[in-house]
Each structure stands twice: as structure tokens, then as C-alpha cells.
């Protein structure tokens, strides 16, 4: 299955390479789970229709977006096709606008998905970026004909969200995997810094070293549990050094990104994938 959202850094590239480390076919025999807690696109997630999985992201507009796709993909539809057929750049600009008023948080949930989802199909490379206010700032991509609204996509990812054992959480990453035991796996894939001329903050405060330290420590948590777990990242010494124990499994390999607005910047970005387990 397709993921229904572009997403900056997603992983719809190495899909092949991450599930390489996954074996559905046990963690189902065991009943176990898989946790995705930056979820983003989902672009893994979808693609294993995994149907015991725990989904998360601290995007509260995405996590919206997934529960309105989940329950109720009619008006969903209705609303972005409404959208599809005002779209220009003052309309545009118009909805970008909507999170600076004050009763934006009062709007309907279905509102703020169709926003959300027409956002990131007009924005340019459907960058999902804020500023330190928290007020989305990026600019219209201006395309001829953008896929604002795919009903085959959305009928089918509101299907499989419906299923029993589909869990979606918005909240902080180490809360979102505080019930994972042994034998579940989880998938970090973090938010990533570009350079100045390209993406730099999916939310108002990003993250920082800090917060991968707070990933590492929660990496050993979840393996002395008995979990396997995966991080994608880029490939820094700094990243490597963190993840140095023996447990650990680390595959270097080159994705191609195109966040950059120069074409000629866009290039292959060296990335880890890292594995480990008891």
C-alpha cells in the first residue's frame, strides 16, 4: 500500500532495505507488535499492512489527518475535492493562513485534515516545515496538476487504519513505546536537519543531539525488554558513536533526497540504518 502524504526524509526509497530487518511472519506468530513513533508519511508502515502495528508522531495536524482518513474518509474527499477546485495561489495562501487565527484549533478535525493534506500536496516538495511561532511557512509549489485529492488512496488507508489492532498515538516518542515488550519491534526514523537552503524544522523546537541521546537511552530500555529495534538517520560520526555497543548492527547506505530548491543540490545523502537486539 501507498502512503497517502509525501513527507521530507521519508523512507519510501529504502522500503525494501528496512524490511529486510523485519520478519512479519514471526512477530505475527507471536502476536507482537510493530511501533513506528515518528511515523510521518508512513511510508514503511503502509507498506507492511501490518495490521498489529502502533503508529505516533508529535505532529498533531498529521496524526488529525490519519484519525479523519480512518473514520471519516467521505468527507474527507468531499471537502479536499471542494479545495481542488479553488485552488490558485490566493487560495493557497488563504489556507496557509488558517493556523494564524485564533479559533484554528476550534475548527472541525475534517477541516484541518483537508487543510493538512491540500497543504502538503500544493506546498513546494511537500515540505511540512514551521515556524518558531508554530505557523506553517511554506510556500506553493505551484504544480499544474497536483493529486489533492486520490480516492483510491484514501478509501483504502481509511480501511486498513480501521482495522482492530491499528493504534494511533500523538504524543512525546519514549511515552508512544512505554508498552512495548519483548518481541515487538520498533522503527525510529527521526526528523532530519538540511542545510539553509533546504528543510529545517518539522516542528517549532526540531531535534537536536539531545534528543538523540534521549533515543539511544531509550534504544538500550527497549532491547534489555527483549525488542528489536531499527533507526534510520544520517550517516555523522556522531550518530555512529552513540550507537557503539556490540548489540548494535550498523548498514551505511545512500538515499537520494530532493529537498534542496536548487536541482543541481539535489543529491545522494549517506544515511545509517541501524539494527539492534538482545
Known amino acids: 500500500m501507498e502512503p497517502i502524504i509525501k513527507w521530507a526524509g521519508g523512507k ?13 511472519k ?16 508512513g511510508a514503511l508502515f503502509f507498506n507492511l499492512e501490518y495490521k498489529n502495528s502502533v503508529i505516533n508522531d508529535c505532529n498533531s495536524e498529521l496524526i ?10 467521505d ?6 475535492t471542494n479545495y481542488r477546485d479553488k485552488y490558485n495561489d490566493d487560495f493557497f495562501d488563504d489556507i496557509r493562513q488558517m493556523d494564524r487565527k485564533k479559533n484554528f484549533k476550534k475548527l472541525s478535525p475534517v477541516t484541518r485534515a483537508a487543510r493538512f493534506i491540500f497543504l502538503n500536496k500544493t506546498c513546494y516538495n ?8 508554530g505557523f506553517f511557512n511554506v510556500p506553493n509549489g505551484r504544480y499544474q496538476k497536483p ?21 494511533i498515538r500523538n504524543m512525546d516518542f519514549e511515552e508512544a513505546v512505554s508498552d512495548a515488550i519483548k ?4 522503527y525510529f526514523d527521526p526528523p532530519y536537519d538540511y542545510d539553509a537552503n533546504g528543510f529545517t524544522s518539522y516542528i517549532p523546537n526540531g531535534f537536536d543531539r539531545a534528543d538523540l541521546e534521549k533515543l539511544h537511552r531509550l534504544c538500550e530500555d527497549l532491547i534489555s525488554r527483549g525488542c528489536e529495534v531499527i533507526v534510520s538517520k544520517h550517516d555523522t560520526d556522531f550518530v555512529k558513536g552513540l550507537f557503539k555497543e556490540t548489540h548494535y548492527i550498523i548498514h551505511h547506505i545512500e538515499a537520494n533526497r530532493f529537498i534542496n530548491c536548487d536541482g543541481k543540490k539535489r543529491k545522494k545523502v549517506k544515511e545509517v540504518i541501524i539494527y539492534g537486539k538482545q
Open 64 to 73: 488529525n489527518a490519519y484519525i479523519v482518513v480512518r473514520d471519516f474518509p
Open 26 to 41: 514471526k512477530i505475527e506468530a507471536n502476536h507482537n507488535r510493530y511501533y513506528e513513533p515518528f511515523v510521518g508519511g
Open 126 to 133: 511537500g515540505l511540512y516545515r514551521v515556524n518558531s511561532q
Open 75 to 80: 468527507k474527507l474527499i468531499k471537502k479536499l
Open 183 to 186: 518481541g515487538d519491534i520498533v
Open 147 to 167: 493529486d489533492i485529492v486520490n480516492k483510491d488512496k484514501i478509501k483504502k488507508a481509511s480501511e486498513f487504519l480501521k482495522k482492530d489492532g491499528i493504534v
Open 12 to 24: 519510501r526509497l529504502l522500503t525494501e532495505e528496512l524490511r529486510k530487518l523485519i520478519d512479519l
